[in-house]
T-cell receptor, first 113, second 116 residues
Framework: DAGITQSPRYKITETGRQVTLMCHQTWSHSYMFWYRQDLGHGLRLIYYSAAADITDKGEVPDGYVVSRSKTENFPLTLESATRSQTSVYFC????????????FGPGTRLTVL | AQSVAQPEDQVNVAEGNPLTVKCTYSVSGNPYLFWYVQYPNRGLQFLLKYITGDNLVKGSYGFEAEFNKSQTSFHLKKPSALVSDSALYFCAVRDIEDGNNRKLIWGLGTSLAVNP
């Protein structure tokens, strides 16, 4: 089915472990984004990508790594998970027109014990 | 600095009554403005956007929003609220004169509760 998907939907891990969250979109949108959503903070941008092999930091990039070797995929890796990274993570993609509407995936709820 | 404010953390309205969710913004140039809705345990869904033209924008599920440049506001409205409208609503803005930067600036969200 067309759209934007995230996996896993739920993940529990331990402090210090590496975790990768996957994001896949079928629209061939150039732009992709990773956000985290925490109570009281709304949505905060972690990283974004303008195209394959082009990524840039957002508001809260520390502790996260991204890559984008293919247009449709934008994985987010927590190199050494910390409890403060417990959050709900959303991936989004954006049209290449100037309308800039972002379309969101269903989210991944990550718990770091 | 660019910013978005949603001055109300929560809005309560009775079913059938009109609803308004407020949003004000600050950008140095001209804005693109967006409203999104988030239902529990779901991702954000696009509702409507203002790019240019008519200040009254109509969107999904009977929602509309009015762009007011002088007041730098983009309030979300619906003439008759439904219980199913209960959700978290986010306002977002992009400064279209900010180069090719596609990042949106987000408000903190307003929780709408529609009471039967």
């Amino acid at each position: 089915d067309a759209g934007i998907t995230q996996s896993p939907r739920y993940k529990i891990t331990e402090t210090g472990r590496q975790v990768t969250l996957m994001c896949h979109q079928t629209w061939s949108h150039s732009y992709m984004f990773w956000y985290r959503q925490d109570l009281g903070h709304g949505l905060r941008l972690i990283y974004y990508s303008a195209a394959a092999d082009i990524t840039d930091k957002g508001e809260v990039p520390d502790g996260y790594v991204v890559s984008r070797s293919k247009t449709e995929n934008f994985p987010l890796t927590l190199e050494s998970a910390t409890r403060s990274q417990t959050s709900v993570y959303f991936c989004a993609s954006s049209e290449t027109t100037r309308a800039d509407t972002q379309y969101f995936g269903p989210g991944t709820r990550l718990t770091v014990l | 600095a660019q910013s978005v404010a949603q001055p109300e953390d929560q809005v309560n309205v009775a079913e059938g009554n009109p609803l308004t969710v407020k949003c004000t913004y600050s950008v140095s140039g001209n804005p693109y403005l967006f409203w999104y809705v988030q239902y529990p345990n779901r991702g954000l869904q696009f509702l409507l956007k203002y790019i240019t033209g008519d200040n009254l924008v109509k969107g999904s599920y009977g929602f509309e929003a009015e762009f007011n440049k002088s007041q730098t506001s983009f309030h979300l409205k619906k003439p008759s609220a439904l219980v199913s409208d209960s959700a978290l609503y986010f306002c977002a803005v992009r400064d279209i004169e900010d180069g090719n930067n596609r990042k949106l600036i987000w408000g903190l969200g307003t929780s709408l509760a529609v009471n039967p």
